[in-house]
């Protein structure tokens, strides 16, 4: 993974998105976005849409969509073992301990990498 797209999965993973609260995790996904896309729009419900148009003319049944989320599954972090592992509280819904924000993001990076190689 290039420098760049660690650095980006880093911010995505790090921003605050629980559910009803994607405010800062859309913003990112936007300006990057509009880095790639002819069109970047948001729409009532807060999704973000880029459109990258076709070098041709071709019919809208044959665009291509790719669609996520934009909220996390989040979880309360009560405490990170000397691994590093952080501990979940089954009935938590949100990371409130910037350790375990730290040690989930770092996890998960470090699994990644380790997939691609």
């Known amino acids: 993974m290039d420098r760049e797209s660690h650095r980006l999965l880093e ?5 605050h998105g629980p559910g009803g609260q994607e405010d800062e995790v859309r913003s990112l996904c936007q ?10 729009t948001l729409d009532r419900a807060g999704n973000v849409i880029g459109l990258i148009r076709s070098a041709q003319p071709s019919h809208p049944d044959d665009g291509i969509r790719v669609m996520a989320h934009l909220d996390e599954i989040a979880m309360l972090v009560k405490r990170v073992d000397a691994n590093g ?8 819904f949100e990371i409130i301990d910037e350790a ?13 990498l380790a997939e691609r190689s």
Request: include cysteine.
């Open 85 to 92: 592992i952080p501990t979940e509280n089954t009935h938590g």
């Open 31 to 40: 300006a990057q976005l509009a880095r790639h896309c002819d069109e970047v």
């Open 100 to 112: 375990g924000i730290d040690a989930c993001a770092a996890t998960l990076i470090e699994f990644l």
């Open 11 to 15: 911010r995505l993973l790090l921003a």
